[in-house]
């Protein structure tokens, strides 16, 4: 047990306005990592306080002192507490308030490496039970907190709200980095001084509601967060529906921070005895900056939110920007031949496959009827699939199991299914239609199809799972009229049900998470699958930004990233195959373009990359990511890297993003260790030139970390990767 008894003297406290000072027995509780603690301090009847977060602290009795002012562990809304509370009831009776007091706690190691601390609390006058959940992963310094809530009253209670984690900080400022976007710029990282009032980050789109703002956040106390210095506290709530990240600043400078499930629009009635459980929050701190907070989050995840965490993802071809859904039979056998020549691993076959009543040649029909297009692929997926196994590639297939299109066997068949608001006008998005979640029948459907598809061919190994709209008009035909504001809660529910029941068919399948690119990347939806993709914007300048913002928070191994075509589909710009390639290689890399477009010396460049890509893919992919110079930042250079988990292989990139004279590329290495030599050879270098003075060459690490390198990169677009090797 991670408790400890002291006796206590509360010199007088205020307690949001109370004050107590007589002597009681108190129990001081604490949630420990490796390098960090979180720590309260509770008794009997009264409030737990949330006494600290930070640095280790192995010697807790000055805790027993309690502190002048103490924010509540978990505030519900009543009693003196006036600001966003993490919890707002309304009992049978009507009545508005809740006051939480301490009962007991407990401790269970869940193994080796995490242990659960569970603080139990009750309403001080109704029968509601309130448990808070911490999971302290040591290795990691990550903590998982959840809430759960249960309650004897005869009739249902409403939850008006409830939080998942809540945390006060107090320091001279406080800068919050969180990251917004939309359809092909997803994961803007921004960074704000925040002041007094309430900053909100939300979601309340449902489906993708990664998209125009990500559910995660880093805060940084008194200074922007720095990369390898400085308090960085860091959450990311682990929930694929509406979400809301709320940072009060309030009279007195204390800073508290919210997060869980969005109560825009969604009370939900929690009959007699039912348990409710909220999201996951993932929670990290660093007092050596925002670096360190992202490895401990890529490190977490591999570990607990991705489905294959330690294995290596596959280099692949996706044909949507080479064909998008304008293929036939030969078009797809001609790409397996090329990208067998290039050394792709797996072929990735888009939308467009489906439908024959309504085939889906176009995103207006067929959604929905998942059979083989008979015209476009007379032999079925099992040929192709058992085509690309006899030129030594894998095969993926990419579905759409949530939605439907009108123009459908389907939508004809179970109108039912679509979520509907009363008899209003279900508005298409991308000409289609969101299947309801939230009923059983819906999740069978979609368990049922999955099972179908990928029984077309043992050969298939990959899927791509895509969700191309949010939701409009909300309402269940299957949710009760008085519980349509369960949708939102629901909805996630049954889509995790589908997963958890897939995923214990298909153990082994490969799954890519995607929602019209990064729409759904968020670490619940994430431990079901290998990989996300991470926009549909595959200009690698665009690419440069949403990577930098995406892998701040989730892992790089798990991010594919693609070569394009010149001049790039979305945005038209012209880049040079090798930035191209050289961007794509710091995360999964693949290919969406027409292989067989990339001739000469492109060719060759291309497959030697992939090959080299190859090389370095463990360092890159399970390795530990170092960012080193900032697209955000005002000189136009990009650059990180990735240094294997031994120090004995890193690798390096930059990018140039303007045209540079006078100034040139100078940068510092990290992580390396300071007493190997390494030697540093360029890869895909297009010239006989290398931009690195000391390409071939061996360096200490403390030269390399100390006094760093230099590059020839002048123009833009123009890029390095080096490889640094132990000697
Ligand atoms: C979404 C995805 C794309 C592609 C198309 C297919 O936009 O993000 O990668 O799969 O759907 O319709």
């Not at 892992?555 to 880049?575: L, M, R």
Request: charged share 25%; glycine share 6%; hydrophobic share 35%.
């Amino acid at each position: 047990m991670n408790v400890k008894y002291f006796m206590f003297l509360f010199c007088p406290l205020a307690v949001q306005g109370q004050t107590t000072d007589i002597v009681q027995t108190a129990d001081i509780i604490e949630v420990k990592t490796d390098n960090t603690s979180m720590i309260f301090t509770a008794k009997t009847d009264a409030p737990v306080f949330f006494q600290y977060w930070g640095n280790r602290i192995d010697s807790t009795a000055d805790f027993s002192l309690g502190r002048a002012v103490e924010q509540q562990l978990f505030p519900a809304y009543g009693g003196r507490y006036f600001l966003n509370p993490a919890l707002r009831l309304t009992h049978e009776d009507g009545v508005l308030t809740t006051e939480l007091v301490y009962i007991d706690m407990e401790s269970n190691s869940l193994d080796e490496n995490r242990t659960e601390t569970i603080v139990h609390l009750k309403d001080k006058l109704y029968p509601v039970f309130v448990d808070v959940h911490f999971v302290a992963h040591k290795a990691e310094d990550v903590i998982v907190q959840y809430v759960t809530v249960v309650h004897h009253e005869k009739d249902s209670v409403r939850i008006a709200n409830i939080a998942s984690s809540y945390f006060p900080l107090h320091a001279e400022a406080y800068y919050l980095t969180h990251f917004y976007g939309s359809w092909a710029a997803e994961m803007q990282w921004k960074e704000e001084r925040l002041t007094p009032g309430t900053k909100v980050v939300e979601s309340k789109k449902g489906v993708r509601t990664a998209q125009s703002e990500n559910p995660s956040f880093l805060l940084s106390l008194n200074r922007p967060a720095e990369e390898d210095f400085g308090d960085v506290y860091a959450g990311a709530l682990a929930w694929s529906g509406n979400y809301k990240l709320s940072f009060e600043f309030d009279e007195p400078g204390v800073l508290h921070t919210l997060g869980g499930l969005n109560d825009f629009a969604s009370e939900y009635y929690l009959d007699s005895s039912r348990v409710f459980r909220t999201p996951d929050m993932v929670l990290t701190y660093s007092a050596h900056g925002k670096g360190q907070v992202s490895r401990n989050f890529h490190d977490w995840s591999r570990k607990y939110a991705l489905a294959h965490g330690d294995k290596l993802n596959p280099v692949l071809l996706n044909n949507w920007e080479g064909t998008y859904m304008n293929f036939d039979e030969k078009t797809l056998t001609d790409m397996i031949d090329n990208a067998a020549d290039f050394g792709i691993e797996l072929f990735v076959l888009d939308d467009g496959w489906f439908g024959n009543r309504f085939p889906r040649d176009d995103d207006d029909a067929g959604l929905g009827d998942w059979q083989v297009n008979k015209k476009k692929l007379p032999r079925g997926i099992g040929y192709l699939a058992d085509y690309a196994v006899s030129k030594g590639l894998r095969f993926g297939l990419w579905i759409e199991l949530e939605m439907v299109n009108p123009k459908s066997e389907l939508a004809q068949k179970h109108p039912e299914w679509v979520v509907k608001s009363g008899e209003r006008d279900v508005l298409t998005m991308r000409n289609q239609w969101l299947l309801d979640m939230t009923n059983p029948d819906v999740q069978d459907f979609v368990v049922q199809t999955f099972d179908e598809i990928v029984a077309m061919s043992p050969n298939i190994s990959y899927i791509k799972w895509d969700a191309n709209r949010h939701v409009e008009n909300v309402g269940s035909e299957y949710l009760p009229a008085g519980r349509q504001t369960h949708f939102w809660y629901e909805y996630v529910q049954g889509l995790y049900a589908a997963y958890e029941r897939i995923r214990e068919k298909h153990p082994d399948m490969e799954i890519q998470l995607c929602s019209s690119g990064g729409g759904r990347v968020d670490f619940g939806a994430l431990k079901y699958h290998d990989e996300f993709w991470a926009s549909d914007n595959t200009s690698a300048v665009d690419r440069i930004f949403i990577q930098y913002g995406t892998n701040t928070i989730y892992p790089v191994q798990a991010t594919a990233s693609h070569v394009s075509s010149s001049p790039n589909h979305q945005t038209g710009i012209n880049v040079p195959l090798k930035f191209r390639f050289d961007v794509a290689m710091s995360a999964r890399l693949g290919m969406e373009l027409q292989p067989k477009d990339i001739t000469g010396s492109d060719y060759r460049f291309a497959k030697k990359a992939i090959r080299e890509y190859k090389l370095i893919r463990p360092i890159v992919q399970l390795g530990d990511l170092y960012r080193l110079i900032s697209p955000y930042g005002e000189n136009g250079w990009a650059s990180l890297m990735y240094v294997s988990k031994d120090q004995e292989q890193a690798v390096f990139f930059a990018y140039s993003l303007k045209y540079h004279n006078p100034t040139y590329f100078e940068t510092k290495l990290k992580g390396l260790h300071p007493g190997k030599r390494y030697k540093i050879t360029e890869l895909n270098g297009r010239s006989n030139h290398s931009s690195f003075y000391g390409n071939d060459k061996t360096f200490s690490g403390e030269y390399l970390m100390n006094v760093g390198i230099r590059l020839r990169l002048y123009r833009p677009y123009s890029s390095a990767v080096l490889l640094i090797s132990e000697e």
